[in-house]
């Protein structure tokens, strides 16, 4: 990993090019970051309404919207609410609206903010930086819980092995514990493909910040403010996201099965398709791999937004 590794933005050029910038047009930069896909929207003439819950990446994007004369705002809030800030700033609908799922590089490289195992520091994992923290749920939740959790947001078969040795160790503070505690209850290999503390960690980490829940309703949002035409560009880098992804645009753009053949189909049976029918996935091409190998998991899918007015809200299907 080279030091600039993590403030590249995965499938840059994808993503700006689907968002189709001209100059005046108005995107949301939901997961601003190390703000690597604002600093080349506002290159191609746009304005930029960016967003994180996380304090450290609005503290360190202050100079990139200083510089930016106005072309720049800051929202500390939850892509989840971008209608709703928006909307209070006087803004009511905007030209294209991309999100990249899931935990930053800067999050993951810092030892401190407690993501990752791969340098050892407290057992944090919160985005925002306030409420439960990791610590929290595997010292205090119960263990058909904590096993509960693994299982659904990390897709870990040993789960209830995980929580159990999770439990009997209690009380954990660092990341190393419970790497070491994971490893131990799955019989590790060392120099094994993947690390098996990797899948517990996801899931943690997913469960305390509520992703999947904030990635459902961020996509609902994005179908209130986009204007008819408008692009929506999404990030993903595992398969439980990129699923809500791909069900919400298959859903919204009328292209689900059509059900059994030996049921008659009902015209205008549900609302107004409120995006055209999505393209395929969009995977990183083998260069980009080899500038970041961060890159491997990513899935770019993107829509463009119909004239049909916004579902109800929660109309996405569990």
Request: glycine share 10%.
């Amino acid at each position: 990993m080279t030091a600039q590794a993590p403030h590249i933005p995965v499938l840059l050029d994808e993503v700006i090019h689907s968002l189709a910038i001209t100059p005046g047009s108005e995107i949301v930069d939901g997961t601003f970051g190390a703000g690597g896909y604002s600093q080349a929207i506002l290159a191609g003439g746009a304005r930029v309404y960016a967003f994180d819950r996380d304090p450290d990446a609005l503290s360190e994007g202050a100079d990139l919207a200083g510089r930016s004369g106005g072309a720049l705002r800051l929202y500390s809030a939850c892509f989840s609410d971008l209608d709703t800030v928006l909307l209070a700033d006087g803004i009511t609908s905007v030209d294209g609206v991309v999100l990249d799922i899931g935990v930053s590089s800067m999050q993951l490289d810092r030892a401190e903010r407690g993501f990752s195992f791969q340098k050892d520091g407290p057992l944090d994992m919160r985005m925002a930086q306030e409420g439960m923290s990791a610590a929290d749920f595997v010292n205090e939740a119960d263990e058909a819980e904590i096993a509960d959790v693994i299982y659904r947001y990390g897709e870990e078969h040993r789960s209830r092995r995980i929580a159990r040795a999770i439990v009997a160790a209690r009380p954990l503070t660092t990341t190393a514990q419970l790497a070491a505690i994971v490893r131990k209850a799955v019989g590790h290999k060392p120099g094994a493909p993947k690390d098996p503390a990797t899948r517990a960690f996801q899931a943690i980490r997913i469960h305390i910040n509520r992703e999947l829940d904030e990635l459902t309703d961020g996509l609902e949002a994005a179908e209130r403010m986009l204007k008819p035409g408008g692009r929506l560009a999404v990030v993903t880098f595992h398969s439980l996201e990129d699923r809500i992804v791909k069900q919400f645009l298959r859903r919204r753009s009328g292209a689900e099965g059509a059900g059994s053949r030996h049921i008659p189909v009902v015209a205008n049976a549900g609302p107004a398709s409120t995006f055209e029918k999505a393209g395929k996935a969009i995977r990183p091409s083998e260069a980009e791999l080899n500038r970041n190998p961060r890159a491997r998991s990513a899935t770019l899918r993107t829509a463009t937004r119909t004239a049909a007015p916004a579902w109800a809200e929660g109309g996405l299907a569990a």
